[in-house]
């Protein structure tokens, strides 16, 4: 019998209602602080005096420290009791949110984001482990899998939704000053209600691989570096981005034989020898490049439509019931033994239609209700993907390599964020330039069609009491505004475009693989690890 059985973990007076509203409070601070620099990128970047490129990297570093950290931080987890091991890494990140928000400097914020996604592992492990404990139901892995990674997913526009009064009012860094006292209501929580047990055995602190987990998390910060950065610094022509690849081709050579010589490696590269697993990252890296491209809906309705951060964020709050409605229904799919592949399918399409149907409402003058179903139909399609592929590619090993498959997932989804950004620099860039090269071809002041619009936007210029000696200059700023905006319009339906191809070829690739629908007898027979 496991010593939580004998000994809750949960004081005896502690209903279970209470119990999962307090795993609820101790994870939603740090699941805020995932995404939070994205809540207002140009507000953080006035902040830090920074480029926008930074803030996303400090996301990616968050996302390294909690990729890089998971297979290590078990040890840890199997050392400490439950109740310390709480009050221990909340404590831990309460400081590093204080510590961002009393900061004003990149260099101290980089090496904080990167600590905060180490802590953030530790609780999401020990919030997902409990969560299985009482949830009493066969398929209580599932459920567990489904309220987080629906939490997670939701986290973006959430962040946007909540944080949008406050950055309008205040300095960016506000946002970390309440983030740290979002985690006292938990601590307090935990000390009143929580035991101080054991999950598991306890294991001495003794031969922690620390020297893969440093050459992990090193491999996984390069990439991000290379991915975020290489568009800004011209990819391979700059020395740090050609190092950085040198780098991660050595470190990463060094890892794997290293791996495979260790008795008790790191992580099991043999995952990779599972044909259905190796399907479902291809699927999940896919599914990550394709939510990301929301991102390019809200610069168009920010830089094209010119609605403000709040307006952005409420509409997207369609999105957000979409991606619950998708988490509730793939999770549904899962308990009655659906085939993987009906799912897959059913999200994918849904995808499908979203980047179809946004390609048609891309323009200048547009009403925000035309965005709403759309935007629904992006989160319920991301919703549907996202826990089944996890749960499937887990299953799709031998119980002693769940973990290492776990892992896998994680580095796949965060190399799928870093492949999104760098995707829509690249392209955003290339789009841009090609397009107002084709428009300067056209629009030059001898053309007819040029003059008679400067002229009639002097005149209404003049005509609202703007002297005519700079109605004129403020006419050709506006004609040179009108043409960035029709540059962005060009880029997001080209992206979208690719998107669509991307995601008509992925439906396709699901169809050719036959073996894909008998997959369900997988889920039946393995035993599911917390990623």
Known sequence: MHKENSFPVFRHWVPEWMIRVILFLVVLPSLVLFFLPLANIPAAAGYYGCEPSDIQYAVALFYAGYTGFYLLERRFFSF???KEYFILFTSLQALTAFAAWRTDSLYVFFPLRLLQGMLFSAMVNLSLTLMFTHLRTERAREVSFSIFFGLLLCTVPFNNLVTADLVD???????????AF???????????TMNNVHLHVKFPLYNLDWQSFLLYTTILCLAGFVLIYGQEYYWLE??????SVIAIVLLGFVYAVRQRRMRRPYMRLSVFRSRNFNVAILL??????????????????????????????YINVFNIAGLIVGVFVACLLILQRYPIRFIWLTGFMALLVFHGVMYFLFDTQADEDHFFIPLFVQGLG??????????FSISSVPVVEATSAAAVCLAVRFLGFCAAISAINY???LGKGRHYNAFQDHLTKLDPEVRHTLALQTQQLVHKGIPASQAGRLANRLLVNALGGQNQLRFAMDYYEMMFILLAGTLLLILCFPFLSRTVVYLKRRVLSPA
């Open 169 to 179: 009012s205040f300095d960016f860094n506000i946002l970390y000053k309440c983030a």
């Open 182 to 192: 979002s985690y006292l209501p938990s601590l307090f929580l935990i000390l009143l």
């Open 382 to 391: 991301v919703g549907m993907i996202m826990v089944p592929t996890i749960v």
């Open 427 to 429: 392209f955003e860039l």
């Open 284 to 313: 999940l890296f896919i599914m990550y490049i394709c939510r990301f491209a929301s991102g390019v809906t809200n610069t168009f309705f920010a830089s094209v439509l010119k609605f403000d951060p709040m307006h952005v964020s």
């Open 238 to 243: 700059d020395k740090r981005i050609a190092g």
């Open 80 to 82: 400490f009791a439950s």
